[in-house]
T-cell receptor
Framework: AQSVTQLGSHVSVSEGALVLLRCNYS??????LFWYVQYPNQGLQLLLK??????LVKGINGFEAEFKKSETSFHLTKPSAHMSDAAEYFC?????????????FGGGTRVLVKP | EAQVTQNPRYLITVTGKKLTVTCSQN?????MSWYRQDPGLGLRQIYY???????DKGDVPEGYKVSRKEKRNFPLILESPSPNQTSLYFC????????????FGPGTRLTVT
């Protein structure tokens, strides 16, 4: 069974500082990897995803993530935090099975940005 | 505008009173799914559907029913709600492949007293 672990349920960063959100997954086969963001009182929207090819993936709003197969990790970074980055972030993995797609989310990391 | 809509957005009900949360998408997506979100647990899949009349259980299906009679609609039914079903519910849709992005509705906050 696949699982996703996000280290730290809450992260506080200063405006302009590096944002680093950690995600590790367990999967018997290479999965598809996603980061979603949830702004207050909204649904989730895709930040970025890794399917195949280049392991450094760039997403919206200046975020990027690197797939490291040897470490089974897909950490999310942004060089300089902005107040608008305050949100909850979810790492997710999916596999396509005969019966359908299995999407598994991590527990989420809430980011607070301090002025 | 491409979107997933859910109704109602907020619902307070009592134990045992049947309810339905509707979900509709206008993107002609094959795949639809329901999740519940609870603090510290992320989102957990309740049921999903690969196409009309094709549904299957996710990780937490107990106490829920679904149906997919039309491609665009995927209602979630709670036949006899209980307080442990108090949660934030999201409907999502996608083209259907594992690599495809899922598009989420705005959520339905359900409280069962």
């Amino acid at each position: 069974a696949q699982s996703v672990t996000q280290l730290g349920s809450h992260v506080s960063v200063s405006e302009g500082a590096l944002v680093l959100l950690r995600c590790n997954y367990s999967s018997s086969v290479p999965p598809y990897l996603f980061w979603y963001v949830q702004y207050p009182n909204q649904g989730l929207q895709l930040l970025l995803k890794y399917t195949t090819g280049a392991t450094l993936v760039k997403g919206i709003n200046g975020f990027e993530a690197e797939f490291k197969k040897s470490e089974t990790s897909f950490h999310l970074t942004k060089p300089s935090a902005h107040m608008s980055d305050a949100a909850e972030y979810f790492c997710a993995v999916t596999k396509t099975l005969a019966a359908g797609n299995k999407l598994t989310f991590g527990g989420g990391t809430r980011v607070l940005v301090k002025p | 505008e491409a979107q997933v809509t859910q109704n109602p957005r907020y619902l307070i009900t009592v134990t045992g009173k049947k309810l339905t949360v509707t979900c509709s998408q206008n993107m002609n997506h094959e795949y639809m799914s329901w999740y519940r979100q609870d603090p510290g647990l992320g989102l957990r899949q309740i049921y999903y559907s690969m196409n009309v009349e094709v549904t299957d259980k996710g990780d937490v299906p107990e106490g829920y029913k679904v149906s997919r009679k039309e491609k665009r609609n995927f209602p979630l039914i709670l036949e006899s709600p209980s307080p442990n079903q108090t949660s934030l519910y999201f409907c999502a849709s996608s083209l259907g492949k594992g690599r495809d992005e899922q598009y989420f509705g705005p959520g339905t906050r359900l409280t069962v007293t």
